[in-house]
């Protein structure tokens, strides 16, 4: 069912007090600075500053005098802090991003503007945001309590639109039917690390591309299961993760292991640019649709996507996020870890589908929820983009194949950002 009467879930805001993000290990430096007094020295610098100078001018001749907004920013506008989701669930998602903050893995400290959180702050305010689930606030309490003890923090969004327009999309554990040994109709392998990958470390990028591997077929004896359908294998590659259902009746769970380096391309982007699709009709249903039907234009459109992904037997059915904690459906997002902040507290405001009884979209209806920043993927990259993990079934994967919304994330951190001892 097509998406109609979209009302705006988020407010106009302006960046008045643009922050950077940035997630490190290292001791801050100190500020080397050098004196402008000698005359060598006001050569240099301006020199320096004529190179700015037409560099700036250039820059506004290119974007129209347009001024980009920062990645991240204490939000204007405050949304009214519902929750539509179970608080049972919520509350085993802190406990999971809890746990997470504990690991020796995690980065010491994160530098959000002028505010600094080490590790220790930001466990404590997922507490205090757990102590004060408890008492079951009413909205209006909520809204108070958190702005008493937390600094809203807005995503940016998308470049091209206004501050923190956000492009909101969805993503599934897809259950595959598989077999550990190679025979018809199951042909198509997934691929644990091989040893010279894992030697050098995943992520070369002279390695192998997508139609080498398949063509070539480099990595005979690194196969970990066979499945039935070619199509069905890229999908395990997109998502990154997913259950196996094996002929007697096992269920096993592949996890993310790495991948060859090359970057990662939009099979429906394509599609829509070739003008094969329309966008609004861009969905997986659709791409394996058009695949069916045109079994000519498999190999051109699946090996567009450089990108091959490696795989690895989980011990157990959870599916683990980039954070090494299990992913909560309904709560864990995927962001952008080099711009975002792994470890925090979250708050998306989006549209979800909403299914009829033959388990067709009737409609959509709005999504307000606290989510935990607890993945990443290679398709989530950007200030403008973030991904709901909605878990296994078919709610599931008929929402993540249908999400592509307009919507808004904050980021909840502790006041006085500057206090507390390292870890």
């Not at 470049?159 to 109709?185: A, D, I, Q």
């Not at 070369?204 to 004896?221: F, M, S, V, W």
Request: proline letters at 8%; glycine letters at 10%.
């Amino acid at each position: 069912m097509s998406k109609t009467a979209r009302p705006s879930l988020f407010p106009r805001v302006s960046a008045n007090t643009p922050s950077t993000l940035m997630v490190t290990k290292m001791p801050r430096q100190p500020v080397r600075t050098f004196s402008a007094k000698s005359p060598l020295a006001r050569s240099l610098l301006v020199f320096a500053l004529r190179g700015v100078a037409l560099i700036a001018i250039s820059l506004l001749l290119l974007s129209g005098c347009s001024k980009p907004h920062p990645p991240i920013a204490i939000a204007a506008t405050l949304p009214a802090f519902t929750d539509d989701g179970e608080p049972d669930v919520l509350r085993n998602a802190l406990a999971e991003q809890q746990r997470y903050l504990n690991s020796p893995s995690t980065a010491s400290f994160i530098t959000i503007g002028q505010k600094e959180y080490n590790r220790k702050q930001l466990a404590a305010s997922l507490q205090l945001f757990g102590t004060i689930l408890e008492q079951d606030p009413s909205p209006r309490e909520l809204e108070q309590l958190i702005a008493d003890n937390f600094t809203v923090f807005q995503a940016g969004g998308r470049k091209s639109r206004n501050f923190g327009e956000m492009l909101v999309t969805g993503y599934f554990t897809p259950v595959f039917e598989g077999s550990l040994t190679c025979s018809p109709p199951f042909i198509h392998p997934i691929y644990a690390v091989p040893d010279d990958l894992r030697r050098r470390g995943t992520g070369a990028p002279d390695y192998p591309t997508r139609r080498e591997i398949e063509t070539d077929k480099p990595l005979q004896g690194h196969e970990l299961v066979y499945l039935k359908d070619r199509f069905d294998a890229f999908l395990l590659h997109i998502q990154g993760s997913g259950h196996i259902a094996l002929p007697n009746g096992e269920i096993r769970t592949l996890q993310y292991r790495g991948n060859n380096g090359h970057p990662y391309s939009s099979i429906g982007r394509l599609l829509v640019d070739e003008g094969t699709l329309a966008l609004e009709q861009t969905n997986i249903p659709a791409i394996r649709q058009y695949l069916m039907g045109n079994p000519e234009e498999v190999d051109r459109v699946l090996h567009h996507n450089k990108r091959y992904i490696f795989f690895g037997w989980g011990k157990e059915q959870a599916i683990y996020g980039s954070t090494g904690r299990p992913l909560t459906p309904g709560r864990s997002i995927a962001i952008d870890g080099d711009i975002f902040p792994f470890g925090t507290l979250g708050y998306l405001v989006t549209q979800r589908p909403v299914l009829n009884d033959s388990g067709q979209i009737s409609h959509w209806t709005p999504m307000r929820r606290f989510v935990l920043p607890q993945d990443s993927g290679s398709a989530i990259q950007g200030s403008g983009r973030v991904d709901m993990f909605w878990g296994i079934g078919e709610y599931a994967e008929i929402a993540a194949g249908a999400m592509k919304e307009k919507g808004a994330l904050y980021f909840l951190l502790p006041k006085d950002g500057n206090q507390g001892e390292q870890p």
